[in-house]
């Protein structure tokens, strides 16, 4: 990945600092510790490796959150599995969960977190415990999502939109609706109020689709009533 070509200053020949100026698209990085090394050779290169340890502690934070939620505790932080960014990806989410460092390292800074931030990371993670719980393949991304959206609030991507919509419906429909508790809790991820706020969330949408599991043609028959409703509200009917 190219980020085009930089200059590198020096405060002067007595002393061993020296500045490169990064693109715009860095600046998230500004003030993160960076191991310097220098890959010498024919052709020269100067490496900058970020100190990803907080990052890597917020993802393990939201994974217990998870595993408690879903029951699946004992299950050891699997970033293996995960296909691994250092800036969200644009795609919708496929069969190998993303996660992006700038988002664990956002989640790991001072409260409030960004709810985008806490989205995109909650519906990675959940897509990845789901088969630990028993979840069909076929349904984790979809989990992944809703349970995204319960907690986050965001939709992550326009194509998971149906996930999310049913997955608020059933909140509701258990009286778990997008109160302004939530919101609140939210606004810090490490906090007892959004564990509180999560757990009972993450339960219902679990037990949800491993009846869609049992019995796939019960959620295929809620995604046509969802896609006939979208097309009843775009219609004006």
Do not use: K, N, Y
Request: glycine share 12%; charged share 15%; aromatic share 4%.
């Amino acid at each position: 990945m190219e980020f085009g070509t930089r200059s590198i200053r020096s405060a002067g020949q007595g002393s061993g600092s020296v500045e490169v100026t990064l693109p715009p698209a860095f600046r998230g990085l500004a003030g993160l510790a960076c191991r310097v090394a220098l890959r010498d050779g024919l052709r020269p290169e100067l490496v900058l490796q970020p100190d990803l340890r907080a990052a890597r502690a917020a993802f393990a934070r939201v994974w217990a959150l998870l595993s408690e939620g879903l029951g699946i505790e004992g299950h050891a932080l699997p970033l293996a599995e995960c296909a691994i960014t250092l800036w969200p990806a644009a795609e919708a989410p496929g069969a190998m969960p993303r996660l992006a460092w700038a988002d664990g390292l956002a989640l790991a800074g001072p409260a409030p977190h960004a709810a985008s931030a806490l989205a995109r990371s909650v519906t990675a993670l959940a897509q990845l415990s789901a088969h630990r719980r028993g979840i069909a393949p076929g349904l984790a991304a979809d989990f992944g999502a809703a349970c995204g959206h319960a907690l986050g609030g965001i939709v992550v991507h326009p194509a998971m939109q149906a996930a999310c919509d049913i997955g608020a419906a059933l909140l509701a429909g258990g009286g778990l609706g997008p109160e302004a508790a939530l919101v609140l809790a939210a606004e810090d991820a490490g906090g007892d109020a959004f564990r509180d706020a999560a757990l009972p969330r993450l339960r219902l949408l679990a037990d949800q689709h491993l009846e869609w599991t049992d019995d796939p043609a019960r959620h295929a028959s809620v995604l046509v009533a969802w896609r006939r409703g979208v097309a009843l509200e775009l219609s004006g009917a």
